[in-house]
């Protein structure tokens, strides 16, 4: 396997907003697998090492990702997209920036990727790294959240996003309507029925509420559980988590991983997510529960009854 070879980030016509951001990094690729697709890894510029994209001690200026990436070689420069508003409209009300990827495993032709792009009324797009997707930024005014399926991906929060400014065009505008429309019909939502809920209830599978408290325990049982596991079991876990449904439950999911830092890929971890099915007889809360007690952990004798207790309650 080889590294690609990736041409200069073309800076012109990259929207200014983002510009005035000191929400910068810059990455270096990794190797081309079979289907032309590579990782991209947020790197300190001055060693190569890599780095948490999340942690703001480590983003800069757009200036001075740009010298980076120009002075010493490096691949490219990335956006981190933190959930915070990016610009407000002329009342003062906040925007939100969204991420729109759109690559090759969606199997849409150049003439379908236009149609999309004509139908959020043209926003600002550009050529992926690997020259076979495109990227798009807009403007909304609710934060959407993060989706990946299919060869389609959407995100406003908690994720890097690299930015090369090739063949782009359109402009930073608010496409609040029409992209939650294009959501909807790349990621339908699937329904469950009320009586498979609450036969879900019954047997103890449906997920703790978020408070403080059960945020504190699920931390705990993390601490049972080495992220530098096998591929299944670090799945399994990571779904786990996703079962809660907790909005925080991204940020636990990659400090967790992080305890790993040479085996974790913010690629993998964000396919992993998307691929996780809500549907009854698969992965639940109490898969955590399982792991961290195959890592020694040992449940307070109290805690059960107080938890089945108090969604007992609640399911009728």
């Known amino acids: 396997m080889t590294t690609p070879i990736i041409p200069p980030v073309k800076p012109q016509r990259i929207p200014q907003a983002m510009q005035s951001k000191d929400a910068w990094i810059n990455w270096k690729a990794g190797m081309l697998d079979a289907r032309g697709k590579f990782p991209k890894y947020p790197i300190c510029p001055m060693n190569g090492y890599k780095i948490d994209a999340h942690n703001k001690a480590n983003q800069i200026s757009f200036k001075e990702a740009m010298l980076n990436a120009s002075q010493l070689h490096i691949n490219g420069i990335g956006f981190v997209l933190d959930g915070s508003p990016i610009t407000t409209d002329r009342d003062g009300l906040p925007y939100y920036l969204a991420g729109v990827d759109i690559d090759f495993n969606a199997n849409l032709s150049p003439a379908d990727v236009h149609k999309i792009w004509l139908s959020l009324s043209c926003p600002y797009i550009e050529t992926s790294p690997s020259g076979r997707g495109v990227r798009i930024f807009c403007l909304t005014k609710r934060q959407i959240p993060n989706r990946n399926k299919n060869g389609y991906e959407v995100y406003s929060s908690k994720r890097f996003l690299t930015v090369t400014g090739w063949d782009a065009k359109g402009n930073l505008i608010d496409c609040t309507d029409t992209l939650e429309l294009l959501i909807k019909s790349w990621f339908p939502v699937r329904l469950t029925s009320p009586i498979s809920k609450a036969k879900s209830k019954t047997l103890n599978t449906y997920p703790p509420e978020d408070t403080p408290r059960n945020k504190a325990w699920v931390i705990e049982l993390l601490s049972f559980i080495d992220p530098d596991c096998g ?8 779904w786990a988590l996703e079962a809660t449904g907790w909005n925080c439950i991204d940020d636990i999911q990659r400090k ?35 792991y961290a007690r195959l890592g020694g952990y040992q449940r307070p004798p109290e805690r059960p009854t107080v938890v089945i207790e108090v969604l007992y309650e609640r399911s009728y």
């Open 231 to 238: 591929y299944d079991d670090y799945r399994n876990v990571i």
């Open 256 to 290: 967790w991983s992080l305890g790993a830092p040479n085996r974790f890929n913010e690629d993998a971890l964000t396919v992993i997510k998307a691929s996780f099915d809500h549907r009854d007889g698969g992965i639940t809360f109490g898969s955590l529960v399982h």
